[in-house]
C-alpha cells in the first residue's frame, strides 16, 4: 500500500467513473434523438451584425465589404459601420476588407435562431501605398509583438472539442508544449515550467486563476470556472508576451468575453455530467448590456450514489456589463466568483483505496473572487485605458489522524491563508507615423495571512510540528512599454519592448532595474505564404506568497534570500500558411531559468511542485536554483474549410531542474514526446463528428524514502515520503487517451438545442 499515491487512485476512481456516466449519457441522448423530429428541413432566420471600426480611434469605416465565403453573402456597411445579413442557422467565416487597411477575418462564428450574433472588426491600417496593396485574406493573424508562440482560440473550437468538456485549460492540452499530469487535473505546463509560471487577464483583468480547487502557490486546479458562453476568443502566448502582460515566465492567457445581447432579454441553460449552469443577458437601459451566470456542481450527489469517500462541490459566478458612454468612452465591469466545498463521505465502502483516502485526505473548502473595472478613452491616435481590480483567495485545510476522532490531539493538519490583491493599470495605445506605440505604469497592493499547523515525519528529523502565524503586506510596481513597426510594404515586422519590475517586500527586490525585462521579435515575409519568425525576452515574476510570507519563530525567514525568479527565452520558427485556411510551423524554443526557489528542508526545487492538491512553497527556500527547457514543436492547423477542421502537432521537449547536488536532472514536467492529433466534419443537417487522440511519454518519478515503512511514519503522514535524493529517477508510463464526440444541432424559431 506504501506505493499507491493518492494521484493514481484518484486517476483510477475518476476513469471509472467517467465511463459509467459517459455511457448513461449517450445512451439518454439517443433516446432523445430517436423519437425527436429532424428540424434542420425547416427553414429558419438568423441574423449576423456588427460594427467596422478603425483600431487606431475606434472611428467606424462605413462603406467596408462584410462577406460569408461559404454562401457567396456579402454587404457593405453604413455610413456608421454597421452592418446587418441574415441567413440561415449554420457555422461561417466572415471577412471584412476595406481599402487602405489590413483586411480581417473571423472563423467559425456560429449564427443561431435563438438570438442575433453580433461582430465587431477592428481593422487597422495597412501602412502600405494604395497602389500596391493587395488585400488577402488570412485566418491566422497575429500581432507585430508576438510573431510566434502564441495561438488563438474561437468559442467554437472551445465547445465542440472532445473530452474538453467546454473547459479552456483541456482545449489548451490539445496544443504543443503543453504537458499534462492526470486526466482529473487541470494543471497548464507550458514548454516545461512549472504550473505556477503562467498569467491569465479577462477583458484585460488580471485573475490569479482560472480552475476550481486551485492549489495555492502553484495554480491548477479541478476544473475550469470560465463560462464558455461568455467568450468570444482566447489568445494563448506560450512565449514572445507583450510587455503590458508581465509577471509571467511560461505562458499568457489573454481572454476576450462577448458583449451581451442589446436587443432584448436572452436566456441559455447548460447540462453536463459533472454540473448544471444558466446563463441571462440582455439589455439594461440603452447604453449598457449586461451576461450574467452562475453554475453548479452536483459531483457530491454522484459521488455518494456509487460510493466515493469524498463529496466536492463547486460553484461559480459570473458577470460583465459593459456601458457605451459615448462614441469615445466606454466602461467595462467584470465580475467572477468560486465557491468550492468538500466532504468525506465516511459511509463510503470499506476496501483498500476507500479507507486510505478516508484516512489521508483533508477537508478543504475554498472561495475566490475577482472584480474589475476597464475604463477606455479613444482619442484620434488611438486610446487610453485604465483598470482596477481587486481578487481575494481563501483556502482552508484540516485533517485529523484516521479522520475518525476530531480531538485536539488527533488534529494533524489545520491550515489557513488569505490572499488579497488591488491592482491598477493605466496605459495608452497609440499609433504615430505607422509606429504603433504601447505604454504605461501598473501597481498592486498585495496582503496575505496564513495560520498554519501541521504535524510533519521525514527522514532526517523525524517527527515534528510546524506550527507560526504570519501576516505581510507589500507594494509592487511596474513599467513598461512596447514599439512596433512593419517595414519594406509589410514584408519585414519589428517589436521591441521593456519591463521594469520591482517591490518594497524586500531590499532584494525594491529597485526595478535589478528587474529590467527586454524583449524583441522580428518576423520576416519570405514569399506570400512564408514568415520566418523570432523573439528573445528576459521575464520575472513574483514568488508565490507562500514563499514570502514563510516564518519560522516570528521571522520572515525567506525574505532576505527570495528574489524574482528569472526566464530567458529564445524562440525561433518557420510558419507556412496557404490559401486554404491551413498552417504549418516548426518552432525551436529554449528557455534558462533563475533565482528559482530552492527548498532547504526537502532538498527539491520549488518548480518540481504543483501537479497536486494542497499547498506548496510554504517551507525555508532560498532563491538559487536554476534550471532549462528547450524542445522543438510542429503544429500544423486546418480552420474550417469544405465541412473539415483539424490540428496536429509533435513536441519534442526537455525539462530540468538543479537538484540537491547542484546539477540538472530531469524535472517533474520531462514529458518528452507528446502528440496530439484533433479534428472533426460537419455533415448535412447540423450533425458533426470530432475525434481527440493524445500521447505523451511517462513523466519521470520520485521512488519513495525508507523510512515510509516506519509506523511513525504512516500515523504522521498517512502515505510514502519522496526521497529526494534521488529526485525524479524513475518514469511513469506512456498515457494515452482518446475522445470521440457526435453533436447534432437544431435550430427552432428563438430558440435552439445542441
Known amino acids: 500500500m506504501n506505493r ?65 465565403p461559404e454562401t457567396g453573402k456579402g454587404v457593405s456597411t453604413d455610413s456608421t459601420g454597421s452592418f446587418l445579413l441574415e441567413i440561415s442557422p449554420g457555422i461561417y467565416t466572415v471577412r471584412v476588407s ?23 472588426f477592428l481593422l487597422e ?25 502564441l495561438r488563438s482560440i474561437g468559442v467554437s473550437e ?24 492526470v486526466g482529473f487535473r487541470n494543471d497548464l505546463i507550458i514548454r516545461g515550467g512549472s504550473p505556477g509560471e503562467n498569467q491569465f487577464f479577462l477583458d484585460g483583468v488580471e485573475i490569479p486563476n482560472i480552475n476550481h480547487f486551485a492549489t495555492q502557490g502553484a495554480g491548477g486546479g479541478s476544473n475550469g470556472l470560465i463560462n464558455v458562453n461568455f467568450i468570444r476568443e482566447v489568445d494563448f502566448y506560450s512565449g514572445a508576451f507583450p510587455a503590458h502582460l508581465g509577471n509571467s515566465l511560461s505562458s499568457v492567457f489573454d481572454l476576450k468575453q462577448r458583449n451581451g445581447r442589446n436587443d ?26 449586461f451576461l450574467l451566470s452562475a453554475r453548479r456542481s452536483y459531483l457530491s450527489f454522484l459521488f455518494k450514489i456509487i460510493g ?22 466606454e466602461l467595462i465591469f467584470i465580475g467572477l466568483g468560486a465557491i468550492d466545498q468538500f466532504e468525506l463521505n465516511t459511509s463510503a465502502g470499506d476496501d483498500e483505496s476507500s479507507l486510505f483516502l478516508l484516512e489521508n485526505l483533508p477537508v478543504a473548502p475554498q472561495w475566490n473572487y475577482t472584480n474589475g473595472l476597464v475604463y477606455k478613452n479613444y482619442h484620434n491616435q488611438g486610446y487610453r485605458q485604465v483598470v482596477l481590480s481587486r481578487n481575494m483567495l481563501n483556502n482552508r485545510a484540516y485533517r485529523y489522524y484516521q479522520n475518525d476522532d476530531t480531538s ?124 520566418v519568425n523570432a523573439n528573445t525576452g528576459i521575464y520575472y515574476q513574483l514568488p508565490p506568497y507562500t514563499v514570502l510570507g514563510y516564518r519560522i519563530n516570528g521571522s520572515l525567514v525567506n525574505r532576505d534570500r527570495t528574489e524574482y525568479m528569472t526566464n530567458t527565452h529564445w524562440v525561433a520558427g518557420l510558419e507556412w500558411r496557404s490559401k486554404n485556411s491551413t498552417k504549418i510551423s516548426l518552432e525551436g524554443y529554449y528557455k534558462k531559468y533563475d533565482n528559482y526557489p530552492f527548498l532547504l528542508d526537502d532538498s527539491i526545487a520549488l518548480a518540481n511542485l504543483g501537479g497536486n492538491y494542497g499547498v506548496v512553497g510554504n517551507k525555508p527556500s532560498i532563491s538559487n536554483a536554476t534550471g532549462k527547457t528547450y524542445g522543438i514543436e510542429l503544429f500544423l492547423q486546418q480552420k474550417l474549410y469544405e465541412g473539415f477542421y483539424g490540428i496536429l502537432s509533435y513536441t519534442l521537449g526537455w525539462s530540468k531542474f538543479e537538484n540537491k547536488y547542484g546539477k540538472l536532472s530531469p524535472s517533474s514536467w520531462d514529458a518528452r514526446h507528446i502528440v496530439n492529433m484533433a479534428g472533426g466534419k460537419r455533415f448535412g443537417k447540423n450533425w458533426e463528428v470530432g475525434i481527440s487522440v493524445r500521447y505523451q511519454s511517462g513523466l519521470p518519478l520520485t521512488p519513495f524514502d525508507e523510512s515510509s515503512n516506519l509506523v511513525s511514519s504512516w500515523q504522521v503522514n498517512g502515505r510514502a515520503i519522496p526521497d529526494y535524493d ?26 435552439s438545442i445542441n
Do not use: C, H
Not at 110 to 115: G, P, T
Not at 480 to 485: A, D, L
Not at 742 to 747: A, E, G, N, R, V
Open 158 to 181: 472551445i465547445r465542440r472539442n472532445p473530452g474538453a468538456n467546454r473547459d479552456i485549460s483541456k482545449v489548451v492540452q490539445t496544443l504543443p508544449g503543453v504537458t499534462t499530469t
Open 408 to 531: 485536539e490531539d488527533n488534529l494533524i493538519l489545520d491550515y489557513r491563508s488569505q490572499e488579497i490583491e488591488n491592482k491598477l493599470r493605466l496605459e495608452d495605445l497609440r499609433t504615430i507615423n505607422d509606429y504603433k506605440l504601447r505604454y504605461g505604469i501598473s501597481t498592486e497592493w498585495v496582503k496575505y495571512n496564513t495560520n498554519s499547523y501541521a504535524k510533519i515525519f521525514t527522514p532526517s528529523q523525524g517527527e515534528e510540528v510546524v506550527d507560526y502565524e504570519s501576516e505581510i503586506s507589500f507594494l509592487t510596481y511596474d513599467f513598461f512599454g512596447q514599439i512596433s513597426n512593419s517595414y519594406f510594404g509589410d514584408r519585414l515586422d519589428l517589436s521591441a519592448g521593456m519591463r521594469l519590475s520591482g517591490s518594497n517586500y524586500s531590499d532584494l527586490m525594491e529597485n526595478p532595474f535589478q528587474q529590467f525585462s527586454p524583449r524583441a521579435s522580428l518576423s520576416f515575409k519570405v514569399s506570400q505564404n512564408i514568415r
Open 308 to 329: 466515493l469517500p469524498f463529496l466536492p462541490t463547486y460553484n461559480d459566478f459570473q458577470i460583465k456589463t459593459r456601458t457605451q458612454i459615448n462614441k469615445n468612452n
Open 125 to 149: 491600417p495597412s501602412g502600405v501605398a494604395l497602389s500596391k496593396l493587395v488585400v488577402q485574406s488570412d485566418p491566422f493573424q497575429k500581432p507585430i509583438e508576438s510573431p510566434l508562440s
Open 4 to 68: 499507491i499515491t493518492i494521484s493514481k487512485i484518484l486517476n483510477v476512481i475518476t476513469i471509472g467513473f467517467e465511463l459509467k456516466l459517459t455511457q448513461l449519457i449517450f445512451l439518454f441522448g439517443s433516446l432523445i434523438f430517436m423519437f425527436l423530429p429532424d428540424f434542420s428541413a425547416k427553414a429558419q432566420t438568423a441574423i449576423m451584425k456588427g460594427k467596422v471600426l478603425d483600431a487606431t480611434n475606434n472611428d467606424a469605416i462605413p462603406y467596408a465589404n462584410v462577406i460569408i
Open 264 to 289: 432584448r432579454l436572452g436566456f441559455s441553460a447548460t447540462i453536463s455530467g459533472t454540473d448544471a449552469g444558466m446563463t441571462l443577458e440582455g439589455p439594461l437601459g440603452e447604453k449598457t448590456t
Open 98 to 120: 476595406y481599402l487602405g487597411y489590413k483586411d480581417d477575418v473571423k472563423s467559425e462564428i456560429e449564427v443561431s435562431s435563438a438570438r442575433p450574433t453580433n461582430l465587431n
Open 726 to 751: 534521488r529526485v525524479n529517477s524513475l518514469r511513469d508510463d506512456y498515457s494515452l487517451g482518446i475522445d470521440l464526440r457526435i453533436d447534432k444541432k437544431m435550430y427552432f424559431e428563438n430558440w
